[in-house]
T-cell receptor, first 115, second 115 residues
Framework: QKEVEQDPGPLSVPEGAIVSLNCTYSNSAFQYFMWYRQYSRKGPELLMYTYSSGNKEDGRFTAQVDKSSKYISLFIRDSQPSDSATYLCAMIPVSGSSNTGKLIFGQGTTLQVKP | EADIYQTPRYLVIGTGKKITLECSQTMGHDKMYWYQQDPGMELHLIHYSYGVNSTEKGDLSSESTVSRIRTEHFPLTLESARPSHTSQYLC??????????????FGSGTRLTVV
């Protein structure tokens, strides 16, 4: 079983839709969470990071973490064709009182937003 | 704009050739990584380095080798390319202790095709 599970999609939505991307994890040592966006033929770029349960907003993007359920989500409001990309969740486990600095990636979800 | 550069962006090469994929970063990051990613598939860590003269194999077995003689430079070499090596290779770097806030910074990748 993978440490981080992410539905690979593909996910296709009309422009303006609300998109929900999700990851589940099994290791309670994961305490730091990130979302990356990867456009076709490009490297992943960091979109958002958070390390506490609850919501974090940045423009049209909201990252949600539920540590009790070991579940994280990325919501995209008013989705645009330019949001079409692969979205990868990533997590960092802690060891003792320090984060290990080692990112564990989900498989990525491919999103297409149609005009 | 990410300060990590990979060359070449695209490479088509014959079976049996020796190739070196270049990766350089100008951020002074101690940690560097090589990932392999097939289209629509997850990232697989193949090599990493925590500093000069430090190299380790990643989670996915690879016939490639790496070296880290300078902080800013982390080349990957295939001594004898085979069609099974066809993939996208992504280089990344991070600053120790800052991964929780900044994650890894990725290059744009090298798409390798071995014919």
């Amino acid at each position: 079983q993978k440490e981080v599970e992410q539905d690979p999609g593909p996910l296709s939505v009309p422009e303006g839709a609300i998109v929900s991307l999700n990851c589940t994890y099994s290791n309670s040592a994961f305490q730091y969470f990130m979302w990356y966006r990867q456009y076709s033929r490009k490297g992943p770029e960091l979109l958002m990071y958070t390390y506490s349960s609850g919501n974090k907003e940045d423009g049209r993007f909201t990252a949600q973490v539920d540590k009790s359920s070991k579940y994280i989500s990325l919501f995209i409001r008013d989705s645009q064709p330019s949001d079409s990309a692969t979205y990868l969740c990533a997590m960092i486990p802690v060891s003792g009182s320090s984060n290990t600095g080692k990112l564990i990636f989900g498989q990525g979800t491919t999103l297409q937003v149609k005009p | 704009e990410a300060d990590i550069y990979q060359t070449p962006r695209y490479l088509v090469i014959g079976t049996g050739k020796k190739i070196t994929l270049e990766c350089s970063q100008t951020m002074g990051h101690d940690k560097m990584y090589w990932y392999q990613q097939d289209p629509g598939m997850e990232l697989h860590l193949i090599h990493y380095s925590y500093g000069v003269n430090s190299t380790e194999k990643g989670d996915l077995s690879s016939e490639s080798t790496v070296s880290r003689i300078r902080t800013e430079h982390f080349p990957l070499t295939l001594e004898s390319a085979r069609p099974s090596h066809t993939s996208q290779y992504l280089c990344a770097s991070s600053h120790p202790g800052h991964e929780a806030n900044y994650g890894y910074t990725f290059g744009s990748g090298t798409r390798l095709t071995v014919v």
